[in-house]
């Protein structure tokens, strides 16, 4: 069936150090990829999206792009800050479901 | 617009209790989803509905009831509650496909059952 595996946590950077945190699926046909963002004790919001091979999504300075060639979806930030302290899902939808790996816990030093 | 909306914010039940998560969301969203939160783990589909009277299963839907009689409300029945389904459970929605339309989460209900 369809998964995403993302790489495990915690990650500690410090503030201004660039980030990347792994994720690939395994789906079939052509799934939507997405990574979410949770803060202590709230739901998950969205960070950004990508529809299609090769589509990046970008928002508040993260990237991400979609490589079907290696089914990957890396999150990437140049430069942390404190405020991005939080638990990052990565995630798909097939078919109207959604599947998410299991969280990255990122924590950044002043 | 208070958007998805979840009662009680915690809850603990004796194994065998039954109880119903509350979900409601004021933004005329057809789509609406529940999902559990295992610690330390991502979340996972229980079920999920694409308009009033549909609903569908997720991953996980053993040991839990869904109805859709509204657009708004989506609730969850645990009958026989038992320690696994200890977790935390988010209610979401969007407006049509979560492909094309931004899914929106609720805060959460924490369960415990001892």
């Known amino acids: 069936g369809d998964s995403v595996t993302q790489m495990e946590g915690p990650v500690t950077l410090s503030e201004e150090a660039f980030l990347t945190i792994n994720c690939t699926y395994t789906?079939?046909?052509?799934?939507?990829l997405f990574w979410y963002v949770q803060y202590p004790g709230e739901g998950l919001q969205l960070l950004l999206k990508?529809?299609?091979?090769?589509d990046k999504g970008s928002n508040k300075g993260f990237e991400a792009t979609y490589r079907k060639e290696t089914t990957s979806f890396h999150l990437e930030k140049g430069s942390v800050q404190v405020s991005d302290s939080a638990v990052y899902f990565c995630?798909?939808?097939?078919?109207?479901?959604?599947?998410f790996g299991s969280g990255t816990k990122l924590n950044v030093k002043p | 617009n208070a958007g998805v909306t979840q009662t009680p914010k915690f809850r603990i039940l004796k194994i065998g209790q039954s109880m119903t998560l509350q979900c409601t969301q004021d933004?005329?969203?057809?789509?609406m989803y529940w999902y559990r939160q295992d610690p330390g783990m991502g979340l996972k589909l229980i079920y999920y509905?694409?308009?009033?009277?549909?609903?569908d299963k997720g991953e996980v839907p053993n040991g839990y009831n869904v109805s859709r009689s509204t657009t708004e409300d989506f609730p969850l029945r645990l009958e026989l509650a038992a320690p696994s389904q200890t977790s935390v459970y988010f209610c979401?929605?969007?407006?049509?496909?979560?492909?094309?339309?931004?899914?929106?989460f609720g805060p959460g209900t924490r369960l415990t059952v001892t």
């Open positions: 933004m005329n969203h057809n789509y």
């Open positions: 509905s694409v308009g009033a009277g549909i609903t």
């Open positions: 990508a529809t299609k091979a090769d």
């Open positions: 979401a929605s969007s407006y049509l496909s979560p492909e094309d339309y931004e899914q929106y």
């Open positions: 789906a079939t046909g052509y799934p939507s």
């Open positions: 995630a798909l939808t097939n078919f109207n479901k959604f599947y």
